[in-house]
């Protein structure tokens, strides 16, 4: 210190303190006199002394402010006499300065940027080693509060820039971790600040920004989500610089930068989403070879993007998602085929937007008509996802999963596993059924064989154990089989049940399913024109087999038979001599029908236009009475009676002699075809399997009504008061007197009611005497 004193007068260490800029002005110039003397001399030890005293004595004081406003003056007066030496002691000038950039004084943090300023503008090219430290520094001073700061630090910000873009010691590498790690700030003018230095930076050509652009690329595109205008179109411009030095450049890193580009894809701000689909767009454009390991990511992020509300990101993802599609990679080239199956199936499952959920399923058809093997083996991830989509609300969506289904079911194997799942499905979610099931099953009889698929179904429903979801599943079969256009060569095979080797195959394979339902047993039996068997399945249903849902679909068989489709049982009609079993036939259903039922009705008026008259022309002849050998006696001439229109029922009973010769499938042991030689049906072995079936249901539906029973005593048991449940029960005798007390229970009034009565809907009610 004494030495120091014998350099710099104690007036001048005085007013280096002193609050007057102006003293603290003149006691630094009298510093840079005294350093340039002795940097003249090359007395470097005495210089130090002196940068000792001012960093320790000023800079870096506690005692006050004035110090170290006095101090940095000093230290940037001591640079300015070094001049040319100043790298010999810029280590130890440089620190103390940086730390006043954080001094709670912002006029110590003021005068810290001017002294660095002057600083810098001796050491120039020197000042290099320092640049991430003053980058630091400014970055986080860029966002001070006091505006004479922020002037100070945008003047030093302009020195350096000036610097580093002079400078060939810029090491680019030890800068990119530092801007990336600032990126996540979210000052706006800290981020001002790092915009600047970026696109300073990639305007050197001799600093490589594009090679290190996936470090930062991230920061740029988080800041397109800023509040600031200003801000988010310096960052867009930025970027627009970037992307158009991609279309040239020889090589790029797309891979980390897709990976980028599709997360910011699903940015909740409209600006960065749509930025960043152009990315994506110009990628794929660019280099599909180089993005195949990022296929799957792609399309996650365009699928989205392709029912955006914005136009623009529409268009630029419908784009891309074409070019993805068209661009035709291999396994070998490590194209993940799982993986986009994968992206595909959670957007059909997830996405709440039609047109996305049909790309979904447009790449699932591409990647079956490619790599269908591969996509096979993950048919366990995919399948659950395409019987998911058959119940969405739109049409086009659940047409293009039967397509991809059916495209699917080509092969043997998955073709019955295709069925197995549809019919869980169906069974499942029975409003899927009733809202898609002939849909579906009409699409896929369209898509693949109409007969392969009713074969597959009916062996599946033989054996199905719900015999509730089997008969309803008949039942939709079957009026698909009578309505759709799609199953006319089916229904055109089944009129050839009694004179073909093949009508009589599928007969048999959809008869024993079919036997689940009456109705679709005898609709069948009337499309194979097997007219005595549908008699005799007609009367053999009992009391208990007709309930209002078999009265339901008489009723829509009824409505049917005035179809086209019908037409040819209808012209058989005109010879009823030769088709007395389709006559019996509709008289049955027409017995079974309500009276005042409009079915009834219809029925009626179309057995009325039979020509009935052209029985009688068959009819044996009306003899005489022979005469006897007795004498003579007065001989009584009667009048010859009226013929009489036949009524139905002895028209029936004449036509049934000669039924069995007209018919091959009549009689109930037949062991060839009459008019062809082909092995017969054996109906009598069929009517005994329907009632087999048949029985089942009414065993399943008995044990139902039990179960129900049993569960309404149970809950009225322990609903009842203890009291009441303690009590006796009255004896309980219908009208003939018979006891029934079983099932009965008594509400609060007496009155006794049957469980079984509750039970059975459109069953009459019985009335009760109750007797104390």
Excluded at 185 to 213: A, H, K
Excluded at 308 to 337: H, Q
Excluded at 470 to 475: E, F, T, W
Excluded at 601 to 615: A, D, E, F, G, N
């Amino acid at each position: 210190m004494a030495d120091v004193t014998s350099l710099l007068s104690t007036g001048v260490l005085r007013n280096l303190s002193d609050k007057a800029y102006e003293k603290r002005k003149n006691a630094a110039l009298e510093v840079e006199s005294v350093v340039k003397t002795l940097a003249n001399n090359n007395d470097h030890e005495r210089i130090s002394h002196v940068i000792t005293v001012l960093i320790n004595d000023f800079a870096i004081s506690t005692s006050s402010a004035n110090h170290r406003k006095g101090g940095l003056i000093g230290l940037a007066a001591a640079t300015v006499g070094l001049a040319a030496e100043t790298n010999q002691h810029l280590e130890r000038i440089v620190p103390p300065v940086l730390k006043a950039f954080a001094d709670q004084d912002s006029r110590v943090r003021y005068y810290a940027c001017e002294a660095l300023y002057n600083i810098a503008k001796v050491a120039r090219g020197d000042f290099i080693v320092f640049f991430n430290e003053v980058f630091d520094a400014l970055c986080k001073l860029s966002a001070d509060t006091d505006p004479n700061v922020q002037n100070a630090v945008h003047l030093l910000d302009r020195l350096v820039k000036d610097i580093v873009t002079e400078s060939d010691q810029f090491s680019i590498e030890q800068f990119i971790p530092l801007l990336r790690e600032r990126l996540s700030m979210i000052n706006p003018y800290v981020r001002q600040f790092l915009v600047g230095w970026i696109t300073v930076l990639d305007s050197v050509p001799e600093i490589d920004m594009l090679g290190f652009l996936p470090d930062f690329l991230d920061g740029l595109f988080n800041m397109l989500t800023d509040s600031n205008h200003e801000i988010r179109q310096q960052a867009d411009t930025a970027l627009s610089e970037f992307l158009a030095e991609i279309k040239s450049a020889p090589s790029v890193e797309y891979g980390r930068m897709a990976e980028i580009l599709v997360k910011r894809a699903a940015s909740n701000d409209e600006f960065a989403r749509q930025t960043a689909m152009i990315w994506i767009s110009e990628f794929v454009k660019l280099a599909k070879e180089s993005l195949v390991p990022y296929y799957d990511k792609i399309l996650g992020a365009v699928l989205p993007c392709i029912s955006d509300r914005e136009d623009k990101i529409r268009l630029f993802a419908s784009e891309t998602n074409s070019a993805l599609r068209d661009f035709k990679p291999e396994p070998a080239d490590g194209f993940d085929v799982g993986a986009v199956l994968t992206v595909a199936r959670k957007e059909l499952e997830k996405s709440e937007h039609e047109a996305t959920r049909l790309e979904a399923l447009q790449w699932i058809a591409v990647l079956l008509e490619r790599h269908r093997t591969e996509v096979l083996s993950f048919l366990d991830v995919i399948f659950p996802a395409l019987l998911q989509s058959l119940s969405d609300n739109s049409d086009e969506v659940v047409m293009l999963v039967l397509e991809v289904q059916a495209c699917i079911a080509r092969d043997t194997q998955e073709f019955r596993r295709l069925m197995v799942f549809l019919m869980l499905r169906f069974n499942q979610e029975r409003g899927l059924l009733e809202r898609r099931g002939s849909l579906a099953l009409r699409r896929l009889c369209a898509l693949l064989d109409a007969e392969r698929v009713y074969r597959e179904l009916a062996q599946i429903l033989e054996a199905e154990a719900d015999l509730e979801f089997a008969s309803i599943m008949v039942q939709a079969l079957n009026l698909i089989l009578l309505t759709a256009t799609e199953l006319a060569g089916l229904r055109a095979l089944l009129k050839q049940t009694l004179f073909s080797t093949e009508g009589k195959d599928l007969f048999n394979t959809l008869y024993p399913s079919w036997c689940h339902s009456p109705v679709a047993t005898i609709s069948v039996c009337l499309l194979s024109q097997a007219y005595s068997h549908a008699s005799a399945v007609i009367s053999s249903l009992g009391e208990t087999d007709i309930d209002v849902n078999l009265l339901v679909q008489l009723d829509k068989l009824v409505q049917l038979l005035e179809t086209p489709i019908f037409a040819y049982l209808r012209l058989q009609l005109l010879d009823p001599s030769r088709n007395a079993s389709l006559m019996k036939t509709l008289y049955g259903i027409l017995m079974l029908l309500p009276q005042q039922s409009n079915a009834f009705k219809i029925l009626r008026t179309r057995l009325k236009s039979v020509p009935t008259q052209m029985l009688l022309q068959s009819a044996p002849p009306v003899h005489p009475p022979e005469q006897s050998s007795a004498p003579s006696a007065p001989v009584t001439l009667h009048p010859i009676p009226l013929i009489r229109r036949a009524s139905p029922a002895q028209m029936l009973s004449h036509e049934s002699s000669q039924a069995i010769h007209a018919n091959p499938e009549d009689g109930s042991t037949l062991g060839a075809d009459l008019t062809n030689g082909l092995p017969a049906i054996h109906f009598a072995q069929k009517l005994k399997q329907f009632d087999h079936t048949q029985a089942q249901h009414r065993a399943h539906r008995q044990a139902q009504l039990k179960a129900q029973v049993q569960s309404q005593v149970q809950h009225r048991i322990y609903m009842m008061p203890a009291r009441m449940a303690q009590m006796q029960l009255p004896e309980v005798q219908m009208q003939n007197g018979q006891r029934a007390d079983e099932g009965l229970m008594m509400d609060r009034r007496g009155r006794g009611h049957s469980l079984v009565e509750r039970g059975v809907r459109g069953a009459s009610r019985p009335t009760w005497r109750i007797s104390n």
